[in-house]
């Protein structure tokens, strides 16, 4: 079976600083991955790599079989940081899923029956549609975050990158958008996405990618979160409370204890 | 009636009309995309680039607007460029790039004398001396800016308000970026000889933020700052006639006129119709907005609230 996310042997550089050297990884089709890294570890430009909004200096990436400049036009859903959205603009959540939809050939302005038809479908299967007139500022952070997913869904993409989903919300809302992509990828569509949120990748999410400059390892959260491989991944002394399936990652110093130290 | 219908008698003052009615329209359609790009001295900035183009321009013997237009374009370009790397911002860009080429036409005329007097009307407004040149090309712009505003609509909008998104969803952001600064270098260069260059930032940024106020819809946004610009280049023009003042400062005092008092309207409606308050539902103190459009929350909440105390 062909890999949904391919990279083969890809190099990476910010003008001459190099993020990161012959990287290879592959994702399978219908996986459910987290990338889990320290901050300045890389993270957003890998993400950046795989949507090919960066340029590589060597290598190849590839999604759903094609070059990632060559993909047709929607074939990725993308979900950016929230925390990077202008709140302000005059834009209503209807309009903001109809973006999605912004790359068909159409030139009218204005959204036909049946594209109007399709984001209301969306949005009511996300738990959105009574706010659809509603300008974005005026929603909750899990409205938000529903509201560009359904902009990402809308094209009914095969895969679907998010950037830091859990970041900013509380924990209810982040329980909330992590079921539902559970959900979403039950139906087939291949997630990839970046966190922080290392107890919401080891309760929520199959897979689990560790990059940190590179890849440091990959695998099941059960074999991955391991002190060894956190500790490789995050340079910290990292402590793993395990009971029975679930398990809770922590700092393993808190800071008042090291005061006293 | 008639006191509107005088000035009309006169050639100038109709060409004058014209032009204002046009470049107020198509200040405020751009305005829009400028003011939420975070670009609002954008406008500022390329008119004195097209103002140092003109002068250059006009040393090799070229047309006003093929100097001008020239050098404009060059600068919105330069400008997208030292932007890109995301270390410089657009602010500071403006600031370097256009004051620059504002400079080169600045020595120029400073070391040819005889200019200065031909110039004046680009640094300041010549509303009254339009030609049917200026007309034509103004109306020439305006029709090009609209038709492409309406066929860009979608991938300007996306662009504007996500570009990263939009670059991955497949929108070509570089060829958009390069066709919206295109149309704002002629949109700038048509409007800068009827309201000047020192007044071309408000005519860009008046009329869309007075819209923003009014609307929380980008359409919407578009369709008012057009009509409120357009309205600001008429009753600004008549205003000028009857006080026999500058203008290009009587389109701007006007603009920002209707700013405050949609400002002051706002806040009216805020404070007096759609107000919040603490008060007491028996035991429960709380706060919440008041006003007709919360009447149904207000009803459901205190009804709510009962519930609670029982």
Redesign the interface.
Known sequence: MHAAVSLNDVSVAYKNKVIFTHLSLEIPPGQFAGIVGPTGSGKTTLLKTI???HQVFAGEVKLLEQRVDK??????G?V?QLE???WS????VE??IL??L??NKR?L?WPTRQERNKVHHLARRLGIHDCLHH?IVNISGGQRQRAFLA?ALV?SPKLL?LDEPTAGVDIKTQHDVLHLLGDLNKDGITILLTTHDLNAVASHLPWVICFNGGLVAQGKPRDIFTNGILTKTYGGDIVIVKHGDHFLIANSTPLHLTEKN | MDILLEPLAYEFFRHSLMASLMVGALCGLIGVYIVLRGMSYIGHGLSHAAFGGAVVGFTLNLNFYIGAGAMGLLAAILINQVTKGGKIKSDAAIGIVTTAFFALGVAIISRVRKFTQSFEAALFGNILGVTNEDLIVIATVTALTLALVFLLYKPLLFSTFDPDAARVFGIPTGVVQLAFSFILTLAIIASMNIVGVTMIAATLVIPAITARMMTDSFSRMLIYSTIIGAVMGLVGMYLSYFFNAASGATIVLFGASLFCLVLLFNYLKERFVLHEHIHRHGEVIHSHPHGPRHEQYEVSQAEGDRRNER
């Open positions: 949507l090919g909004t993909l047709p036009a929607g074939s990725i993308y950016p990077s959205v202008d603009f005059p834009v209503t309009q903001v973006m999605g912004y790359t030139l302005p300008h902009r094209n990158v």
